[in-house]
Nanobody, 115 residues
Framework: QVQLVESGGGLVQAGGSLRLSCAASGSIFRGYLMGWYRQAPGKQRELVASITPNGRTNYADSVKGRFTISRDNAKNTVSLQMNSLEPEDTAVYYC?????????WGQGTQVTVSS
């Protein structure tokens, strides 16, 4: 079964940290670009960070220096370490894999940052 399952969301105060994880089926992880996206109420879904199969990363300007994306190719997982969280980071966070079989999305996990 092809799937992406996110975990690690929750409620945190501004300045705090959270770590999101995404477990992927092997068939849509190895050799795939992995990314984290987020969607706040009333806004379009946006890219937060992505990582290539060999570990090259890309970040949205709004999270550079605060968030770190990583992947474990042995465990088929991708993580997003989020530090110095701000209320503006409040959103549903989605994991995405992109490769030759197409694009796949997880169900999303809520992150809420209180001021």
């Amino acid at each position: 079964q092809v799937q992406l399952v996110e975990s690690g969301g929750g409620l945190v105060q501004a300045g705090g940290s959270l770590r999101l994880s995404c477990a992927a089926s092997g068939s849509i992880f190895r050799g795939y670009l992995m990314g984290w996206y987020r969607q706040a109420p009333g806004k379009q879904r946006e890219l937060v960070a992505s990582i290539t199969p060999n570990g090259r990363t890309n970040y949205a300007d709004s999270v550079k220096g605060r968030f770190t994306i990583s992947r474990d190719n042995a465990k088929n997982t991708v993580s997003l370490q989020m530090n110095s969280l701000e209320p503006e980071d409040t959103a549903v966070y989605y994991c995405k894999s992109s490769g030759y079989k197409g694009d796949y999305w997880g169900q999303g996990t809520q992150v809420t940052v209180s001021s």
